[in-house]
């Protein structure tokens, strides 16, 4: 039965990176094809047509796309990321500076928001149709509604203009004291952990409220169950794989949260580079930072499946 | 349970006029008892017996101070040991459940937590209440399985529910039930989704256990010989109200109430018509050979998993022919492939002496108008998105091009055929009962003018006094319209009832066929003969007295 | 025998109060977006005031912008572009993804296997992602808007529908169906459609709310709709030098498009059992 379990691991982990090769192919036929020129866009519109067939021969543009894109493929895998054109700088060095700051982030929010939305969810399942699951539910469906970044703003505009509290950027330099840094965080973090935990929170206690109807929970419940033995002793370890996947799911969600988040806040991560690189149109750029966030996403993706797998008794 | 008399000990629970209300949806409510009263004295097996929506579940939940979701106690008491349990807060409901009453569910299969082991669940009742520690709790429940000889009983707690069989499972809830020793065991049809070979095994483990104990137990179920070998009382229920209570022989040797006596009439053996008594015409639909399955084929030509197995049948114009056999014998799987529906890997379908492709699609639409399928569940055959009469007019536009006037009237008369008013055309399929809907179902197979019917166990989910109505139903059409009837059941009682010839499956095999009037001769398959002699009848001595070879149920049963 | 004709059936709704409040909401945005050039004071381009961050007056109910530009007459005005961009899109994503899952449930086989592998690769890449490489590459012209949202809600409208009916193709009407000989396409429209509109209704009513915060997301990064034109996040954009003024000009179209999200959130919410039975 193990064997089963690997081959069923080992199918999800080829999947992922037959995933990952289509959507690499994605992302380079969508900036490369879609009509929008890139040497007129460098040179700016009021260039000759000669001067931008020439950027082109030498940015290797007029090859066919094909070729390109295997170029660009077997740089990946060999860490040959290109050259920024806009900025000057190989594009590794300026990923490599930014990725830390994103990654940052993203823990910091994650290790908040996972244990937070999924306690929140648990306990509303538990004492559901309580007053406390009521205010969950509503705050849930509120933050759901809320664009990232009107909740970025409207604290920005309370806690830094109003009340003056907190830094409204959060560019940090590298010689602040802890004190500074963690000022700098509040805000972000906040807006991520508003943005990510509330479809969280929403699936998790979907996901318990189904168990709840089943008969093995009537059944325990007809044992003499108390309301939290029914959900976290029977509801809960057959609810694994759902909740998981809303983890997994609202990481989407997350990444989305970081892109606007960092542009607020001024915040210098790998999502402002990315953002900034397609307002100047910087084709490396962009396709690189967009492979390494699917790449992290599928990963995610891929571990909440195997831990849904896993935790499927009729396999042990 | 005559030969065990017991002293009628003093009344432990004493139900008064309970009254349990429902809300639907929209804001209706309904009242499911509207009532009801009764006492159970200690040591007494009492057994509400009702068809569904009679509220017997709702009295059994009642007993645990439950009501489903959407259900709330409206009025009356139900006295355990002189306190009223609808009053209780709940924690005192906590404390009563497990431990001093314990349920016994319908389905062990659903009941018991996929992803925790057996033993787990089983002694969790004692962890609940604090009766008994880990170490002894886990002796207590190795000595209830020995006792519902369970095989294995060391080890059987070590698995997971997925890997043991229904009626074991069936039997370690019992043990589940059993392990807080309570007052009072409320058994919830704990065997109505077993086979009949599977569900003796129970039966006699459960009375053995009842008889050891000399236990107080509430037994819930819809089957009066059933209830007969099991109960010391009876009382039966229609529509939330008692209709006859009294001791279990006198309801079965002489009820009293006409409600009653319609349960018991449809216990009386149908006398088949003797071999030969009708002509045959020849065979109207002719299987040879079908082999059938699902999952890939194999490098031999054969499917994956095989579920029919070089099956050969002729089923005579006119005629009859009733498949029985056990779940996942194949019956159902052999209508599908006559249907075309799973394409067979190898073999003949001959419809009127023209052999039929094997899949659907490839069927002419003549050859497809005259064999129709109907289905067991007509809450699923019938889509809940059309009317009535959209859904048996379908068949009049696709096969005979009918439209408008021509086509309501059309409606209208099959409407009659199977005795329902005309009005009924503009109803959604849910604004039926089970009995009616079932009625549709076979009007929408008529409406092609078929001159085979294949029924997949179509009256097994009906009650019984419904379901008889409808076998009645298909005998009338049968003589009116000569249509030709191959129907698949597990139970031998109906088809027996029905069929002219009996054709006996057995793992995707056919065993034997032979004329419904010599089920009982000598020279019957010893399988045939464990399937007619697993059917619980009215006598309740019956179970007692039934001698089966072990060695044959050991066979064929998946005890 | 007379014919008589079908009698009229009775829908039996129960409206919650909080339902009604909601769909009065968004039909109010329906209406504004519908009727917007007679419900503007003043040409949305049109610098009409000296004044720029100007508090809300009887001239200018919501104030003026960084511009001195009439916020009420802009914000009107956007929410015919968030509205509409965003309504197109769905109407595409939902044509697509819907016939596609129904053709993947009734056919089944080999052809639901590949179009669902091939469409799980637009599922790998999140959303806003997605819409920054298709802006990079396109543009941000509102035609490349549209057809953005269209790729990236495509895949869960198909999803959805191929999961829904696939559902309703395993019941037994419809093996009586194919049973009685009745092709595919008969089958998708007349037998699975009807019995999961309901919730796929509501799971576009969803997916709504998904498309108009992303597609101001995408303007507040400067990446939808494009100056001098604005729709509500591009009106956030703009006007985020105000936060320190403390301007409306900031907080009203946030609240224009909070109020919209929230309203059509709560109204599915609390829809009917029997149809979010069906959600599940």
Redesign the interface.
């Known amino acids: 039965m193990n064997k089963r379990i690997l081959e069923m691991i080992g199918g999800r982990l080829a999947v992922a990176i037959l995933?990952?090769f289509?959507?690499s192919l994605?992302?380079f036929f969508?900036?490369?094809?879609?009509?929008?020129d890139t040497a007129q866009e460098l040179l700016g519109q009021a260039v000759t047509t000669e001067a931008a067939s020439q950027l082109r021969e030498t940015l290797g543009l007029d090859r066919p796309a094909i070729l390109r894109y295997f170029e660009w493929i077997f740089g990946l895998l060999t860490g040959d990321l290109g050259y920024s054109h806009v900025s000057d700088r190989p594009v590794a060095s300026l990923v490599a500076e930014r990725l830390p700051n994103s990654l940052t982030l993203a823990a910091v929010t994650m290790a908040i928001t996972i244990p937070l939305a999924l306690s929140l969810g648990i306990f509303a399942a538990i004492w559901k149709g309580s007053i406390f699951d009521r205010a969950i539910s509503s705050v849930a469906?509120?933050l759901?509604?809320?664009?990232?970044?009107?909740i970025a703003?409207?604290l920005?505009?309370w806690l830094s203009?109003?009340l003056q509290w907190l830094p409204?950027l959060s560019f940090i330099p590298t010689t602040a004291d802890l004190h500074t840094v963690v000022l700098a965080y509040i805000m972000p973090v906040s807006v991520l952990v508003f943005g990510s935990c509330s479809q969280m929170i929403r699936l998790s206690r979907?996901a318990i409220a189904?168990a709840m109807v089943t008969p093995y929970v009537e059944m325990a419940m007809l044992k003499g169950a108390s309301r939290s033995r029914m959900v976290l002793g029977h509801a809960l370890p057959n609810s694994v794989a759902p909740i998981v996947n809303s983890v997994a799911l609202s990481?989407?969600?997350l990444?989305?949260g970081v892109?606007?988040v960092e542009?607020v806040f001024n915040y210098p991560g790998l999502a402002k580079l990315?953002?900034d690189?397609?307002?100047t149109?910087d084709?490396p750029l962009?396709q690189t930072c967009?492979m390494i966030?699917?790449g992290f996403?599928?990963v995610l993706?891929t571990a909440a499946d195997i831990i849904a797998i896993l935790s499927n008794p009729r396999l042990r | 349970m005559t030969k065990y008399p017991k002293t009628a000990g003093e009344t432990l629970v004493s139900i008064e006029d309970l009254r349990v209300t429902a809300t639907t949806?929209?804001?209706r409510t309904i009242e499911i008892l509207k009532g009801v009263s009764f006492d159970v004295r200690r040591g007494e097996v009492l057994a509400l017996i009702g068809e569904s929506g009679s509220g017997k579940t709702t009295i059994a939940l009642s007993l645990l101070a439950y009501a489903r979701a959407g259900c709330h106690f409206s009025g009356g008491h139900v006295l355990f040991d002189g306190v009223d349990l609808i009053t209780l807060d709940e924690g005192a409901r906590r404390k009563l459940r497990g431990n001093k009453v314990s349920y016994v569910p319908q389905s062990a299969a659903a009941s018991f937590n996929p992803s925790k082991k057996i033993m787990d669940q089983v002694v969790e009742v004692a962890e609940i209440h604090g009766i008994l520690d880990k170490a002894s709790a886990r002796d207590k429940a190795i000595g209830l399985f020995r006792s519902l000889s369970l095989p294995s009983p060391e080890t059987i707690g070590d698995r997971y529910p997925h890997q043991v069989s229904g009626g074991q499972l069936q039997r370690l809830a019992a043990a589940m039930a059993l392990l807080g020793d309570p007052e009072l065991v409320v058994f919830d049809e704990p065997t109505t989704a077993l086979d009949v070979t599977t569900q003796i095994e129970v039966l006699r483990a459960f009375k053995s256990a009842i008889l050891d104990r000399g236990m107080t137990g509430v037994y819930v179920s819809h089957d009066l010989a059933v209830v007969a070998q099991i109960s010391d009382r009876i009382i039966v229920l229609k529509d939330g109200e008692i209709q006859e209570a009294g001791k279990t022989e006198q309801i079965v040797g002489a009820p009293a109430h006409p409600y009653t006596q319609a349960l018991i009439s449809a216990f009386e053996p149908v006398e088949a018509e003797a071999a030969g008594s009708r002509l045959t015409k020849g065979a109207v639909l002719e299987m040879r050979d079908v082999v059938a399955g699902y999952g890939n084929m194999k490098s031999d030509g054969k499917p994956h998993i095989i579920a029919v197995d070089g099956v050969s049948f002729a089923l005579q114009r006119g005629h009859s022919l009733g498949v029985i056999g056990e779940s996942g014998c194949g019956k159902s799987t052999l209508l599908?492939v006559a249907?075309?529906?799973l394409p067979a890997a190898s073999g003949a379908c001959v419809l009127d002496g023209k052999d039929l492709r094997p899949q659907?699609?490839a069927?002419s639409?003549d050859e497809?108008r005259k064999m129709?399928?109907v289905?067991?569940?007509a809450d699923?055959?019938?889509?809940?998105?059309?009317?009535v009469?959209n859904i048996i007019g379908?068949?009049l536009t696709?096969?005979h091009g009918m439209k408008g006037?021509t086509r309501?009237?059309q409606v209208?008369e099959l409407l009659d055929m199977v005795r329902m008013p005309?009005?009924f055309r503009?109803r959604l399929p849910r604004e039926l009962s089970g009995g009616q809907r079932q009625r549709i179902n076979l009007a929408?197979a008529l409406a092609?003018k078929p001159d085979v019917l294949l029924c997949d166990e179509i009256t097994s989910a009906l009650d019984t006094v419904v379901a008889a109505k409808v076998l009645e139903l298909l005998k009338e059409l049968q003589r009116e319209l000569h249509l030709s009837y191959l129907f698949v059941s597990h139970d031998i009682h109906t088809v027996r009832s029905l069929c002219d010839e009996v054709m006996v499956m057995f793992g995707g095999k056919k065993l034997e066929t032979f004329a419904a009037a010599d089920l009982h001769a000598e020279a019957r398959h010893p399988y045939t003969k464990l399937l007619a002699s697993s059917l619980p009848t009215l006598d309740p001595g019956w179970l007692d007295n039934l001698k089966q070879d072990p060695e044959l149920v050991r066979k064929f049963a998946h005890a | 025998?007379t014919?008589?004709t079908?009698?009229r059936?009775k829908i039996?709704f129960?409206i919650r109060p909080i339902a009604a409040v909601c769909l009065l909401v968004v039909l109010f945005w329906i209406v504004v977006a519908l009727f917007a050039p007679l419900l503007v004071h003043y040409p949305a381009g049109d610098m009409v005031s000296y004044d720029y961050f100007g508090p809300m007056s009887k001239e200018y109910w919501l104030g003026t912008d960084y511009l001195g530009r009439d916020i009420y007459s802009r914000l009107i005005v956007g929410t015919r572009y968030t509205i509409g961009i965003a309504f197109v899109g769905l109407i595409l994503a939902a044509l697509i993804g819907i016939t596609l899952g129904l053709l993947a449930a009734a056919f089944g086989g080999v052809f639901d296997t590949i179009l669902s592998r091939?469409i799980?690769?637009?599922v790998?890449?999140?959303?806003?992602?997605l819409a920054?490489?298709?802006?990079?590459?396109?543009?941000s012209s509102i035609p490349?808007l549209i057809g953005a949202i269209t790729v990236i809600f495509f895949p869960g409208c198909y999803r959805f529908t191929r999961s829904m009916a696939v559902n309703v193709n395993a019941?037994?009407?419809i093996?009586?169906a194919?049973?009685?000989?009745?092709g595919h396409f008969y089958i998708m429209i007349h037998?699975i459609l009807?019995?999961i509109a309901g919730p796929i209704m509501a799971d576009l009513g969803l997916r709504f709310?998904h498309i108009i915060?992303?597609l101001?997301?995408l303007s507040?990064?400067?990446?939808g709709v494009q100056p001098p034109n604005a729709d509500w996040?591009a009106l956030?954009r703009e006007n985020?030098i105000g936060?320190?003024y403390?301007s409306p000009a900031?907080?009203v179209p946030?609240?224009a498009?909070?109020s919209l999200?929230?309203a059509?959130?709560?109204l599915i919410?609390n829809l009917?059992?029997?149809v979010r039975d069906q959600l599940?």
């Open positions: 995933s990952l289509l959507v994605a992302v969508i900036t490369e094809l879609l009509p929008g469906i509120m759901v509604s809320f664009p990232e970044f009107m703003t409207l920005v505009m203009v109003y409204a979907a189904d990481m989407s969600g990444l989305g892109i606007i542009t990315m953002v690189g397609v307002s149109r084709m962009i967009s966030f699917c996403y599928l993706i | 949806d929209s804001g599908r249907a075309g529906l659907v699609s069927r639409k497809l129709q399928i289905f067991q569940l699923t055959a019938l889509n809940p998105a059309q009317t009469g379908r068949p696709f096969y006037e309501d009237k209208i005309a009005q503009h929408r092609a | 025998m014919v008589s079908a009698p059936r039996r129960q091939a799980d690769t637009f790998g890449i999140p959303n806003l992602l920054l490489v298709i802006v990079a590459g396109g543009g490349i019941l037994d009407f093996s009586a194919r049973a009685r000989g009745e037998e009807p019995n709310v915060l992303l101001s997301g507040f990064l400067g990446l996040g956030v985020m936060i320190s403390g900031v907080v946030s609240l498009l909070a999200a929230l059509i959130n709560l919410d009917p059992q029997r599940e």
